[in-house]
């Protein structure tokens, strides 16, 4: 599996994990549960959009790059 294919693996995985707790935070929310409970699904959603390290972040970042320089060359 290339870098890039582990990249998107990883941040599909992410997309999954964010989408699952928004769906438990509004649940929570609706059943009226303990504050605190909605709190700390809360805090594991921020905690997530930082979990790329810088290097990850970069190769994302050229790999978002050579695509779209892919598509403008296939494309016009």
């Known amino acids: 599996m290339s870098n890039e294919e582990k990249i998107l693996s ?3 995985k992410l997309q999954e994990d964010v989408t699952d ?3 438990r935070i ?3 929310e609706e059943e009226k549960l ?3 409970e ?3 699904q809360l805090k594991t959603l ?3 959009r ?3 390290t810088k290097e990850e972040k970069d ?3 050229k790999y978002q790059e050579a695509e779209e320089a892919r598509k403008a060359a296939l494309y016009g």
Request: charged share 30%.
């Open 34 to 36: 303990n504050d605190q």
């Open 10 to 12: 990883m941040l599909t």
């Open 26 to 28: 509004k649940i929570l």
């Open 21 to 23: 707790i928004k769906r």
């Open 46 to 48: 921020n905690k997530m």
């Open 59 to 61: 190769a994302l970042g």
């Open 38 to 40: 909605v709190e700390e």
């Open 50 to 52: 930082h979990l790329l």
